[in-house]
Antibody, heavy 119, light 106 residues
Framework: QVTLKESGPGMLQPSKTLSLTCSFS??????????VSWIRQPSGKSLEWLAA???????YYNPSLKSRLTVSKDTSNTQVFLKITSVDTADTATYYCARRWELGYFDYWGQGVMVTVSS | EIVLTQSPTTTAASPGEKVTITCLASSSVSNMYWYQQKSGASPKLLIY???SLASGVPDRFSGSGSGTSYSLTINTMEAEDAATYYC?????????FGGGTKLELK
């Protein structure tokens, strides 16, 4: 059974660094073709893809946010991390991690973690 | 990046009614994917590779299209289909989503 679960601080102040963790089970990120992505959704708005890391450790970023994003994974291939630097109120959103395997769609999603940036 | 424009933005349908949602891409894509998102929940994959139903998805849902024009059709609306629907492409980086179509029960 594939599951993903995001965790994060809930709330943080502007200019700080947001650190998010995606913990997953039921699949291995070391499997060829496997990718874990981060996607966010401000309340009432659409979805925005942020970053991804694949089975080979290659990293991909949305060009619009690339300078502020860092995606990584742990050595046991059971967690993926995302850091966003210099957050502001526009980063307030629900953040999801999602699995992609070989083809271009996200077949499993986490429940999402809501992050509020406020002073 | 490829911009996906969905229409309509909002629509309502009565039980049994047919619903069609359109997704137009700013450049040609090879495949389109569709998701359903109910209030307070994560998106759920409905259609992959333009026209293939994801596991467990009722066959009243179907997808079609090519190039820059794609559509999602619900053949006979049911109450449980009230949700927001998103199209998505990953033919080129970055992957992008449409703005969403909110479907309400009339």
């Amino acid at each position: 059974q594939v599951t993903l679960k995001e965790s994060g601080p809930g709330m943080l102040q502007p200019s700080k660094t947001l650190s998010l963790t995606c913990s997953f089970s039921g699949f291995s990120l070391s499997t060829s073709g496997m990718v874990v992505s981060w996607i966010r959704q401000p309340s009432g708005k659409s979805l925005e893809w942020l970053a991804a890391i694949d089975w080979d450790g290659d990293k991909y970023y949305n060009p619009s946010l690339k300078s502020r994003l860092t995606v990584s994974k742990d050595t046991s291939n059971t967690q993926v991390f995302l850091k966003i630097t210099s957050v502001d109120t526009a980063d307030t959103a629900t953040y999801y991690c999602a699995r992609r395997w070989e083809l271009g769609y996200f077949d499993y999603w986490g429940q999402g973690v809501m992050v509020t940036v406020s002073s | 990046e490829i911009v996906l424009t969905q229409s309509p933005t909002t629509t309502a349908a009565s039980p049994g009614e047919k619903v069609t949602i359109t997704c137009l891409a700013s450049s040609s894509v090879s495949n389109m994917y569709w998701y359903q998102q109910k209030s307070g929940a994560s998106p759920k994959l409905l259609i992959y590779s333009t026209s293939s139903l994801a596991s467990g998805v009722p066959d009243r849902f179907s997808g079609s299209g090519s190039g820059t024009s794609y559509s999602l059709t619900i053949n006979t609306m049911e109450a449980e289909d009230a949700a927001t629907y998103y199209c998505q492409q990953w033919s080129s980086n970055p992957p992008t989503f449409g703005g969403g179509t909110k479907l309400e029960l009339k």
